[in-house]
Structures are given as structure tokens and as C-alpha cells.
């Protein structure tokens, strides 16, 4: 294409040196080295637009090449900002889902503390009972002794049962108010 252009200068020139009147000088020699002045012009110009094309081509080709790397180049940020989107909507489900297991958790909780009060209350209760059928037995008559003697170990029985009932129920709190901590802190952490 640059050749083709060259010719087509060199061409143009050789028909302007013929087109135009010849001065009416004795030298002949005028018109030749007019021609050769304009080829050697033509030429230069020739080489200039080859070189500028040449670096054109160049400086294009390493154009598209960074064009290609920056494209791929987006498309990989693009899909960690899809992964990283994907993992904070997962870290979000996780945070709710632990929330939702702490309310659970504190209702639960309170639900046992308020149960836990309740056989600490009628165990109270129990103890004011068997005080009082013992301070009966201590003033009652001697045939009733032995039913009443009965009553108060029933009594007794029972009694120790609600504290080991209580006993457990103290410790079911306290562990379910480790395993609250536990989940606080993971919720903390996350956040």
C-alpha cells in the first residue's frame, strides 16, 4: 500500500515536470535534475510514511495488547466482586441465622429461670411444711407419732427431690448461658 502510494508521487511528479512549460534556457540539463531533486524528494517522503507507518502499527498492536490485558483484567475483578458479594450475603444469612438462635436461646433461658424460681419458691414452701409437722410431731400425741413420722420422710423425700431438681435446673441455665456467650462472641466476631 505505502509502495503503491510511492508510485503514485513519483507518477504525479514526472507528469508535472512534463506539463510544465520548459524556460527557454540553453541548459538541458535543468529538467533532469529537477526530476531527480523531486524523486529524491519522493523517496524521503516515501521512507517518512513507511517509518510512520511501521510505528503506527506498532504502537496499535501494543494498544489492543493492553486493551486485552485490562479487559481481562476486569472480567477477573468482576468475578471476585461477585464471589466477594456472594460470600457477604452468606456471612449475613449466618449472622441472622445466629441471632435467631441466641433469641431462641434467651427465651429458653428465661423460660428456665422463671421454672427454676418457681420449684425454689415451693420448695420453700416444702421446707415451712415439714418445719411445722415437725414441730407438730414434737407436741403431738404418741399414737399419731408414726403416721406423722411417715409424713415428714415423704415430706422429706420430696424435698430433696425438688433440690436436686433445682440442681439441675441451675445447671442447665448456667450452661445454656455458656452456650449464649459462645454464640454472642461468633456473632461479635462475624460482625
Same mark, same amino acid.
Given at each position: 500500500?505505502?509502495?503503491?502510494?510511492?508510485?503514485?508521487?513519483?507518477?504525479?511528479?514526472?507528469? #508535472?515536470? %512534463?506539463?510544465?512549460?520548459?524556460? $527557454? +534556457?540553453?541548459?538541458?540539463?535543468?529538467?533532469?535534475?529537477?526530476?531527480?531533486?523531486?524523486?529524491?524528494?519522493?523517496?524521503?517522503?516515501?521512507?517518512?510514511?513507511? %517509518?510512520?507507518?511501521? +510505528?503506527?502499527?506498532?504502537?496499535?498492536?501494543?494498544?489492543?495488547? *493492553?486493551?486485552?490485558?485490562?479487559?481481562?483484567?476486569?472480567?477477573?475483578?468482576?468475578?471476585? +466482586?461477585?464471589? #466477594?458479594?456472594?460470600?457477604?450475603?452468606?456471612?449475613?444469612?449466618?449472622?441472622?441465622?445466629?441471632? *435467631?438462635?441466641?433469641?431462641?436461646?434467651? #427465651?429458653? +433461658?428465661?423460660?428456665?429461670?422463671?421454672?427454676?424460681?418457681?420449684? &425454689?419458691?415451693? *420448695? #420453700? &414452701?416444702?421446707? @415451712?411444711?415439714?418445719?411445722?409437722? &415437725?414441730?407438730?410431731?414434737?407436741?403431738?400425741?404418741?399414737?399419731?407419732?408414726?403416721?406423722?413420722?411417715?409424713?415428714?420422710? &415423704? %415430706?422429706?423425700? *420430696?424435698?430433696?427431690?425438688?433440690? %436436686?431438681? @433445682?440442681?439441675?435446673? $441451675?445447671?442447665?441455665?448456667?450452661?445454656?448461658?455458656?452456650?449464649?456467650?459462645?454464640?454472642?462472641?461468633?456473632?461479635?466476631?462475624?460482625?
Amino acid at each position: 500500500m505505502i509502495w503503491g502510494l510511492c508510485l503514485l508521487c513519483v507518477a504525479a511528479g514526472l507528469r #508535472a515536470v %512534463h506539463a510544465s512549460p520548459l524556460a $527557454k +534556457t540553453n541548459k538541458v540539463a535543468a529538467p533532469q535534475e529537477e526530476v531527480n531533486v523531486l524523486m529524491f524528494g519522493v523517496i524521503q517522503f516515501s521512507e517518512s510514511l513507511n %517509518h510512520v507507518y511501521e +510505528t503506527t502499527e506498532a504502537k496499535l498492536k501494543k494498544i489492543t495488547q *493492553a486493551l486485552k490485558s485490562h479487559e481481562g483484567t476486569l472480567q477477573a475483578l468482576g468475578k471476585e +466482586t461477585e464471589q #466477594a458479594a456472594e460470600v457477604e450475603k452468606q456471612m449475613k444469612d449466618v449472622i441472622q441465622s445466629l441471632q *435467631a438462635q441466641m433469641a431462641k436461646q434467651q #427465651a429458653h +433461658t428465661m423460660m428456665t429461670k422463671d421454672s427454676l424460681a418457681s420449684v &425454689e419458691k415451693e *420448695a #420453700a &414452701e416444702l421446707q @415451712t411444711k415439714v418445719r411445722r409437722l &415437725e414441730m407438730f410431731l414434737n407436741n403431738a400425741v404418741p399414737t399419731s407419732l408414726k403416721e406423722l413420722q411417715e409424713r415428714a420422710e &415423704e %415430706h422429706s423425700n *420430696a424435698l430433696k427431690h425438688l433440690q %436436686h431438681l @433445682t440442681q439441675f435446673h $441451675k445447671e442447665n441455665i448456667e450452661a445454656q448461658n455458656e452456650q449464649l456467650c459462645k454464640l454472642q462472641e461468633m456473632s461479635e466476631a462475624m460482625t
